[in-house]
């Protein structure tokens, strides 16, 4: 039988063995469809598993990698058929079932969807968890009402993977788009991106007050912590934050305060275990609203066999905006 390459993580007391494998279909997971898989990326989340900085490995040895895009070469299930492009996101994968980083993939059809048509390969995966998390936060803004009429919505980790493209859509929706980073050096980059204006992470960084001067009328933060407590109590009367992200902390040290005397919302946004609906939803969506020459601006292109050395650079903040592995 044929085999191909796969990114292994094994169990160990030093954190994760990481080896090059050559596995055969037989060494896949169950699922009811084999993909060859074409281009997989690198997330936050990725870059905790390789380095072993956080357990999002729950199943070991583990493929990595919790987005992939490829090609159906075998399939059980009615609803895709050999030759069928498809897209995965979450649900699992790289963490209790083997992911992306390998030729193929067996996964369950349930977890699938079909690659919009709007988008190559190479982009799905330039968008990615990242950027599918991105708009899930925008869809999450408009359900509470936050319209670019009501004054400027702030995006935090701008320069990173879910802030770079929250920056892109948001810009192109009409908000007035204020982004916040601790790179001043990528402030071009950002207001190419359609940033109004760009701030300073540290402005985030203190102590949060009960309340604050009424800033933003909604905001997208990865940051969690502080920087998400800081940003609750600077939103309008009747604001909402989306929150996805955990990059500075897990903690949330604010109050009551900003709720219950401005009505502020605080949009929880997860992007693993979204119902298929509403992921075909925010991906018909990425296919009208994201603007195809800032998402290529936004992006890198790697070969996979460069992903361990940038699992780290992702986590010390040095990827700018997403990254496209070629599995090949
Ligand atoms: P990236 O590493 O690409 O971007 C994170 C950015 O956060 C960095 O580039 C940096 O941006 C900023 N940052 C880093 N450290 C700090 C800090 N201490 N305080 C404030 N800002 C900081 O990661 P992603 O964009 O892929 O993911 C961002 C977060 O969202 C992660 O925590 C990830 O786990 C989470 N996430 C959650 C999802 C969900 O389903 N809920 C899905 C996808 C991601 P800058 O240099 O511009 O300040």
Redesign the pocket.
């Known amino acids: 039988m044929e085999s191909f390459k796969a990114l292994q993580l094994h169990k160990s007391d030093s954190g994760p063995d990481v080896r090059w494998v050559d596995l055969t279909k037989d060494d896949l997971m169950e699922g009811d469809v084999v993909v060859r898989v074409s281009h997989s990326t690198i ?3 990725d ?2 598993a390789i380095t072993g900085k956080a357990p999002v490995v729950r199943k070991w040895p583990m493929i990595p990698g919790i987005d992939f895009c490829g090609t159906v070469v075998e399939s059980g299930s009615p609803e895709y058929a050999e030759g069928d492009e498809v897209i995965l996101n ?1 649900w699992g994968v790289g963490e209790t079932h083997f992911g992306g980083y390998a030729q193929y993939a067996r996964v369950s059809s349930d977890w699938l969807v079909p690659k919009p048509s709007g988008f190559s390969a190479a982009q799905t995966m330039a968008i990615g ?2 950027g599918y ?1 991105a708009m899930l936060c925008v869809l999450a803004l408009e359900k509470n009402a936050v319209s670019p009429a009501d004054g400027p919505v702030l995006v ?8 770079s493209v929250a920056v892109s859509l948001l810009a192109k929706l009409g908000y007035q788009v204020i982004a ?4 001043q050096e ?1 402030a071009p980059f950002l207001k190419s991106l359609g940033a109004a204006e760009i701030v300073d ?1 540290a402005e ?2 203190g102590s949060p007050k009960p309340l604050s001067k009424e800033r933003w009328a909604g905001a997208i933060d ?4 502080g ?1 998400l407590a800081n940003i609750i109590s600077q939103l309008q009367y009747g604001g909402t934050v989306a929150a ?6 897990m903690d949330l040290p604010t109050s009551v305060a900003p709720f219950i005397l401005r009505g502020v919302t605080l949009a929880g ?4 275990m979204v119902p298929r609906e509403r992921r075909i939803v925010a991906w018909n969506r990425l296919e009208t609203d994201l603007d195809r020459d800032k998402l290529a601006e936004l992006t890198q292109t790697f070969p996979l066999s460069e992903v361990v050395e940038l699992a780290p650079k ?2 010390a ?1 040095q ?1 700018r905006g997403r990254v496209v592995l070629e599995i090949d």
Do not use: H, M, P, W
């Open positions: 997330n936050y989340k870059g905790l979450g968890t990242a998390t935090t980790g701008a320069s990173g993977g879910v802030g916040s980073t601790g790179r990528e992470r985030f960084s990865v940051a969690g912590s920087t996805c992200g955990l990059a500075q902390g946004v997860d992007s693993v992702i986590l903040g990827v």
